[in-house]
């Protein structure tokens, strides 16, 4: 068995659903808390598969780590689990530092203790393989280079701020305890069953509802985007090949503006889902108040992953976001089921007129 954190998140769940594709892999414990960017539909399918075992629960919760991790003996350990939205971050921080920090120090310390009492050779073969963010390298200039996996951290925003404080807790119990630990630092996702507070599915699903499509500031900040099927063939290179104590930056080569990415989506959709009046989806475009200290570029440099690990994108930014706005047309129950009470509140309280 695996142990799968936030498994019922967005890249959490295309893993769990990728990964048991595989009908020879191994099963899959799923501990996630449920919050307002978990859901259990995405793992409808599923349903009757023996090896996926969903537990609802927090990655912060001592007891039930430790309890889970005895009862099922995993081979590794995958942390997903995150408060992950910025402008959340920024709305209330309080729920970051808890999960994000304190929760990762958690499930590193019951990780060490179960990892403890395993014979020799399971203590080998064990990895935790903590899932982080391009975010904690900070903000680059135009023409500065990608960030490399030895580029400083310089965190800007409360969500990064708590990401690269996860990191250092599992880079120091590596240094420290020798706990076999793995971290990969990603740039932008996106792709299927993204939750759609975040720009790509936010646009799409704005855009099909005519809705205005909110651009902060002038929409010339630069993003990294990769597809999250190659993010997920990664962690699971990553896990299979990496060097215990590394860490490996995990990026499309996609950098793209913001008012790009948002003309593309409307582009497609005009040729996919023509708007009865004929016009384009981009006349719906608004520019609205920027995010307070808003990072102007990431850009990722995973020369490193390709050379020692042999992984690279399937997917180009063309191929990938098509494919994604493909499939938001023809999901639109998923859609309709995370669009419910309390993602409205969200959009209520984030875009006041
Ligand atoms: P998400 O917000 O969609 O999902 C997070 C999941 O974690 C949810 O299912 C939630 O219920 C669960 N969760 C939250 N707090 C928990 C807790 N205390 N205990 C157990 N489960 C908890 O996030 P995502 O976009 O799928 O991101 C997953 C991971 O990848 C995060 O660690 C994030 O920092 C990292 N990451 C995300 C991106 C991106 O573009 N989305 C890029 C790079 C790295
Ligand atoms: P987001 O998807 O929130 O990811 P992150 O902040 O982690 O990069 O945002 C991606 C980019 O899109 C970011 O520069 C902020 C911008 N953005 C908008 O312009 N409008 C929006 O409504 C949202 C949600 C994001």
């Known amino acids: 068995m695996i142990v799968v954190t936030g498994g019922a998140g967005f890249i959490g769940s295309n893993f769990v659903l990728d990964w048991l594709a595989n009908p020879k892999a191994e099963g899959i414990i799923n501990l996630d808390k449920l919050t307002y960017a978990g859901n259990l539909s995405t793992l409808a399918p599923l349903a009757k598969d023996p090896r996926h075992i969903f537990i609802k629960g927090d990655i912060g919760d001592s007891t039930l780590v430790t309890n889970l991790l005895q009862q099922h003996r995993p081979r590794a350990i995958i942390n997903f689990a995150a408060e992950s939205h910025v402008d959340r971050s920024i709305h209330g921080p309080a729920d970051f530092i808890q999960t994000n920090i304190l929760g990762s120090f958690n499930l590193l310390e019951c990780t060490r203790t179960y990892w403890n009492s395993l014979p020799t050779e399971e203590q080998q073969q064990f990895r935790f393989l903590h899932v982080s963010t391009d975010e904690v390298y900070g903000s680059l200039g135009a023409s500065d280079a990608a960030f490399k996996e030895t580029t400083a951290y310089e965190p800007n925003s409360p969500y990064s701020a708590s990401k690269a404080a996860s990191d250092h807790l599992v880079r120091a119990w590596f240094h420290t ?28 699903l704005n855009a099909l509802n005519g809705q205005p499509l909110p651009i902060y500031g002038d929409g010339m900040q630069v993003r990294d985007w990769l597809y999250v099927g190659d993010h997920c063939a990664a962690i699971r290179r990553v896990l299979e090949k ?21 003309k593309t989506i409307c582009a497609i959709l005009d040729e996919l889902r023509p708007r009865p009046n004929g016009g384009s989806y981009a006349e719906q475009i608004r520019f609205v108040t920027d995010r307070p200290g808003h990072d102007r570029r990431y850009a990722i440099d995973a020369s490193k992953l390709e050379r020692e690990l042999g992984w690279k994108p399937a997917e180009t930014f063309a191929t990938g976001i098509r494919k994604t706005v493909e499939w938001y047309l023809v999901n639109p129950e998923w859609v309709a089921g995370v669009q419910s009470g309390s993602y409205r509140d969200w959009i209520n309280q984030h875009y006041v007129a």
């Open 177 to 204: 305890y020798g706990l076999p630990v793995l971290t990969t630092n990603c740039s932008n996702n996106y792709g299927p069953y993204h939750f759609p507070e975040k720009l790509i599915p936010l646009v799409i």
């Open 242 to 262: 990496g060097t215990l104590g590394e860490t490996y930056n995990v990026g499309g080569w996609n950098e793209k503006a913001n008012l790009e990415v948002v």
